[in-house]
């Protein structure tokens, strides 16, 4: 089993940029592929971007492609969501999720851990 920390959040302005970051411990973070969501309030869970184990491939939504890039250091079992040109309606809170099996999955029902998430606030 592994656990899942997300950091980085906060409170920035329309055209800023966050680095998020999602932190494993308890097991190797090689072994899963990966995946951003979020999640704002009244809505769905959205599927953001998803990457293999080796980082070798990456998936995006159309709604974040070209604004937003998802990386991953393995050697510090770390998985990272760049996000640029921020908008207000990025508001919402991002999650990162482990993926046992092959990856790149867009459907949450997919992953099997997830961490609590980290508020992203995107003012006009």
């Known amino acids: 089993q592994v656990q899942l920390v997300e950091s980085g959040g906060g409170l920035v302005q329309t055209g800023d940029s966050l680095r998020l970051s999602c932190a494993a411990s308890?097991?190797?973070?090689?072994?899963?592929?990966m995946g951003w969501f979020r999640q704002a309030p009244g809505k769905e869970r959205e599927f953001l971007a998803a990457?293999?184990?080796?980082?070798?491939?990456?998936s995006y939504a159309s709604s974040v492609k070209g604004r937003f890039t998802i990386s991953r250091d393995n050697a510090k079992n770390t998985v990272f969501l760049q996000m640029n040109n921020l908008e207000p309606e990025d508001t919402a809170v991002y999650l990162c999720?482990?993926?046992?099996?092959?990856?790149?999955?867009?459907?949450?029902?997919?992953?099997?851990?997830w961490g609590q998430g980290t508020q992203v606030t995107v003012s006009s």
């Open positions: 999720a482990a993926d046992k099996e092959v990856g790149l999955c867009i459907s949450s029902t997919a992953y099997d851990y």
């Open positions: 308890g097991r190797t973070l090689s072994t899963y592929a």
């Open positions: 990457i293999t184990r080796t980082g070798s491939s990456t």
